[in-house]
């Protein structure tokens, strides 16, 4: 795996964007931390002699592209409540940020895109998929207090 240089510039990008996710103070910087993660983690999957893993490479930014937009959207909704006075129901935003976690962490009930995505990796893409791709997402969901609906996702 560690054949050239720009694969180690996109795994050393890659945990950068985990430790700005996991370290970081607002949620919008946790954004960003997943957005780097994300975007360093496409060209490591795309092999240009494979057309399964140009397909899985696409089918893994799309979805989580559709994350970022609604956890962008979830995080916009938890500052505009902090300035207008509780006029937004935080239960709701809490459980959109759950859901938006638990889409780009592909956990259930969220894992539609999962399997699916898994067929076209390398064995090594795959390993990072499932496992420190997955670091950044699950630390934000372990900084949310929502025991209840974490418990109903996990049954």
Sequence with gaps: MFNN???ILFLMMM???????VTSNSWLGAWMGLEINLLSFIPLMSDSNNLKSTESSLK????????STVLL???ILLMLKNNM???????FTSMILLSTLLLK????????????LMEGLTWMNA???????KIAPLMLISY????????ISVI
Excluded: D, R
């Design 105 to 116: 962490s592909g956990a259930a009930p969220f894992h539609f895109w999962f399997p699916n």
């Design 15 to 21: 945990a950068m964007g985990t430790l700005i996710t």
């Design 73 to 75: 959207y979830a995080v």
């Design 144 to 151: 949310l207090n929502l025991n209840n609906l974490l418990m």
């Design 85 to 91: 006075n509780n006029e937004i129901n935080e239960s």
């Design 5 to 7: 240089s720009s694969k």
């Design 127 to 133: 390993l990072l998929l499932m496992t420190w791709q």
């Design 60 to 67: 893994y930014f799309l979805t989580q592209a559709l994350a």
